[in-house]
Every structure is written in structure tokens, then in C-alpha cells.
């Protein structure tokens, strides 16, 4: 058989260079990264992948060499894995994603945020007439651990102390303190998104049962005419905190609403299509998490003047208002719907 | 169809369970194997253990630290915020830097891709790693948590039962995907790793070439006509040595069966064995070559 040459082992000679080429590149990405790659070699990547991509088309349709075969397939995909894998500067994908990407994703989801906004207010008007009307029920609305040892036992005078110093031990630190909130804030927040994936149920009865807790403490303040320094003393930093909880609520009913009503596609590519920008809903009311918890771990802390506090919680609210309204607002256009 | 005119991927004979195909947006399929549930879990272990192992190496080095009454506080802070992170973006990060692996995934060989074949994305890494929060912390708080009052059990047992779904849910779908892979979109496959070696049309007729007078088998396309494309691979194979544990005696059996399928008259003297295999390689790969330009594909010898 000597004298003859194959067509495909001809092929195979004249490409060759090139797949070891290749072949060498995407080693050292796999080793050390990318960023390894000197720049020339970092422009010779794509075109020695579609270079070796077209080699495999055409092996594919002249060549029986199984080994090429599998060795071309494999080399294209470890290539393909470099080429197409992820790649944004973290600083770059940062700024993005503050400037326009989390508004724009507010807007598209404006209606789930919504429908898990009027669950969480349903739960706080439920809360709150009933609390008003047997107060014995706050201890059923109000986990111990949000209590705090007050409730409708409590004395005017402990209560108001709470307002101004917040249960905590003077040697709490505040930091600490903050630091616990964003934590815990953060998980809930993270929980109720994930929990969208059940249809949706334990995520608005998360915001449900929210909402019941801040309906049962207005009311028990209330009752005791203390209403205007609680409301000072929660909303600082409630309004972003409660934005949070609405945020990551709303990305969980996103999840139920494309496993429910998955429209044109299947359930499974609706959700892949809308479970990520649902995501990145989570990851903006992540860093709204931690913006409350400075305000409610520091300046709650450090600041007692209601009118102070009343400016602040009127500040936040302008600021997310219009945040959320305008920011991004130009790269809107050709946006695809929700659906 | 796009996919045609870029070269379809040749029809297996033997195609796996776990085999998927993506089309890089270049219009080329490629053929992935999706990781199975044990590698998977493997490769979850390594990295819940590199989590805990720093969290739990932290606190030694806290407690080891000695007098730290006076920074105390800020020491616990900042153990809430790194184990907040690494809890939520531990994943995220690697597989945003390493394209789609992280430590435990490299060891195990496993890679995150997008299920389309486009880039992966960063809110589909986030979105897959959010998942974990409802599919792992959820059902481990509730075990802790089991509380001892039989009233209070039985809701967290029913729950921890519900939860359990999630957990399970690679089970529960011939792609192994977990929530968190539904939800973004995204698969988990095998790395690729395949070395190129010397062609066998060319190595194997090198003894030929060397005793020239030794003639070389030669078979008619009648011959040849015998077998098809699958059967020339698990040629390639055997004399690659991948036939077994007694390369010779493989070699032997497949050469004597080749000849009677042939109908090749003279006997092969033991010696001559190797040879013969390589020269019908060569020529089978010659003929079907050939055959595949004018656009006759022989799948197998089953295949007219």
C-alpha cells in the first residue's frame, strides 16, 4: 500500500501544524489562565480555532481516521471552551451591571416585583388589624428572635428605649452588628429567589409573612402612640431593605411564572432564558442588602433625631425612585419584552 | 440547515446515554459528554471541603491568635462576611475565571457550558450557583434544625421531605441537571482530552517498506465491499493495542476472522499477521475514503 497516498492522511499532513499549534495555546490556557497568553498568541487563538473547526468539518466528511477524528473533536471543544467561555474585566462587568443592566432587569420584571411587593403589603395590613384587634397575636406573628423580648407585655418605656438603642449591649459593636444584618438579610433575600423555583408559593408567602411581622410591630407601637418615632426608627433603612426583600421576591416569581406559563419555548428554555436575568436581580438586591444594613447598623445607631431619620428614609426613596426609573434608560430600546 | 453545509457530525454507530450535542455559533456541532452523577458529586465534595476547610482554618487561627479581646469584634465581622462569601460566590468566581470549572470541578475534570453552545455568560454562572442556596444550605439548615418537641418534628420532616426534591433533582432528568443548571441554562460535561497520534494508514505500512520484496497483500474491492466504517475503527483500535490484555492473540482471532469473512484463500503465517491487518486497514480506509467523496457514508457492515 505504500504507493498510494490518502487523500485524508494528505489532509492531515498540511493541517497538522496547525492543530499542534493550537493544541499548545490552549494547554497553557488551561493551566494557567488567559492571561498567561502574550498577545500575539492571544490574537492567534480564534483564528487557529475556526482554522482547526473548519479542519474538522471537512475530516468529518473525507476522513476515517478515528483517532484525527476524536482528536480534532476533542482539540475544538477544549478550544471552544477558551474562545467562548466567560471573559469580562470585573471592574467593567461592575459598572455595567450598576449603570444599566439591574434598572433595565427592574423594569422588565416590574409586575412580578409588584405582585411580591402587594404580598408583602397584604401580610403587613393583615398583621397589623389583627395585632390591633387582639394583641395577644403579635407573639404568633413575631418569631422570638425578631422580638427581642418585646411584644404586647412589654412597658411603653422599653419599648421606646429599643427606638433609640436597639437592644443591643453597649459593647456589641456596630460593625458587627452590620455585618450580621447584610449576612442574614442576604440569605432571606437569596432564599426567597430560590424558593420561586417551586412555583412561586413559598416565596409569596415569604413576603406574606414579612410583611405580617412589620404589620404586627406597627401595630404594637401604635397601640402605645409611638407610632411616628417606630416608623422613623424603621424605615432609614427599610425602605432599601424591604426594596431587597421585594426585589428577590419578584426574581422568584419570575422563575414560577416561566416554569407556569413558559409561552412560545419549552419550560426548560424559557427558564434558562429568564432564571439568569432573575439572577441578576438577586446579585443587585445582594449589594442593596448591604447598603441597608450600613445604614441600619451605623446610622440608626449613630443618629437619634427623628426628623434626621425622616429625611434619610425620604432620601432613599427618591434616590431608588428615580434610580430605578431613569438609569439605563437609553440602551431600553430593542430590549425584548418579558414576554 | 446550517449545521449541513458546516459538516454534520458523522452519524455514531455507538453513541452514549450522556452524549449531547451543542453548535458553536460558528455553525459546527460538537459532540460533549455530559459528567455523570458521581463525578459530579465528587467534585461538589472537593469544593465543600476547600469552603469548610478555610472556615474552620480561620477559626483556628483565631482562637490560635491568642489575646484578641480588643479586636474581637471586628475579628467577627469579618469572619461573617468571608463566610457569607464563600458561601454564595465561591462557585461564582471560580467558574467566572477558570471558564467554567471550579478546584473541585478541574480535579474531577468536569466544565460548566452553556447548553446552546454560546458563551457562557456571568448571570448564568450566578444563577446556577444561587440555586445552591435552595438545593443544599435549605435541606442542611433543616437537618440541624430538627427540633425535638414531636409537634415541631413532623413539620420539619414533611418539609426536609419537599426540600429533598431539589436536592434529588439530577435524578430525576436524563441530563443530570441540578436546579441550578435548569435555571441558567447550563451544562456540566466531561473535559475533552484526546492526544493526536500517528496516523495507522502510514505507520502501518512502514515494515512494508522496509523488506520491499516481501509483497504486499492486496484485496479486491469485492473484498473490501465487506465491511463499513465502524468495523475499520475497531480495526484502528486493535492495532492501536486497544483490544485487550494479549495484544498478539487479539490481533490473531481478528486476523483469522477477517480472512474467512473475506474469503482470502492462502493461509497468513503468524509472523505475517500484523502486516496483513495493516495493509487491509490501509486499503478498507482507501476504499471507504473514496466512497464517502462520491457521498456513500458505509456506517457498518450492516449498512448497504
Known sequence: ????????????RQREAVWRELEALVTQVEKRGLRSLASDQLLRLPILYRATLSSLSVARSISLDKNALDYLESLSKRAYLCVYGTRIRAQDAAWQFFAETFPRLFRLARWHIAIAGLFMALGAATGWLMTAGDPDLFYSFVPAEAAQDRGPGSSTAALRDVLYHDGQNAETALHTFATFLFTHNARIGILAF???FAFGVPTLMLMFMNGLILGAFGALYQSRGLSV????????HGVTELLAVILCGGAGLVLADSLLFPGRHTRLETLALRGRQAAALVIGAVALFFIAALIEGLFRQLVQSVPVRYSVVGATFAMWALYFAVAGRAKDHGDPQPR | MATRSHGSLPPAVTRSRLNREIVTPEGVPLEVTLADRAQRVAAFTIDMLIVGGTLIGLVILIVLAGDISVRDSWILSFFLLVAFFLRNFYFAAFELRWQGATPGKRATGLRVIDRGGAALQADAVLARNFMREVEIFLPLSLVVSVPLEASDRWLVISSLAWVLLFLLM???????????????????????????????????AQPAQAEPDAAAFRFTARQLDTYGAYELQVLEDVLRGKGGLDTRFTEQEVCRHIARKIGWATGIPPTETRRFLADFY??????LESRMLMGHRRLSKHDR
Request: charged fraction near 15%; avoid cysteine.
Open chain 2, 170 to 204: 439530577p435524578f430525576f432528568n436524563r441530563d443530570n441537571l441540578r436546579v441550578g443548571d435548569m435555571v441558567a441554562g447550563t451544562w456540566v460535561i466531561v473535559t475533552p482530552k484526546a492526544t493526536l497520534l500517528a496516523d495507522m494508514a502510514q505507520t502501518a
Open chain 1, 194 to 196: 430560590a424558593l420561586g
Open chain 1, 1 to 12: 500500500m505504500a504507493g498510494i497516498i490518502l487523500k485524508s492522511v494528505q489532509f492531515r
Open chain 2, 282 to 287: 490501509a486499503a478498507l480506509r482507501a476504499h
Open chain 1, 229 to 236: 418615632e417606630f416608623w422613623a426608627w424603621v424605615l432609614p
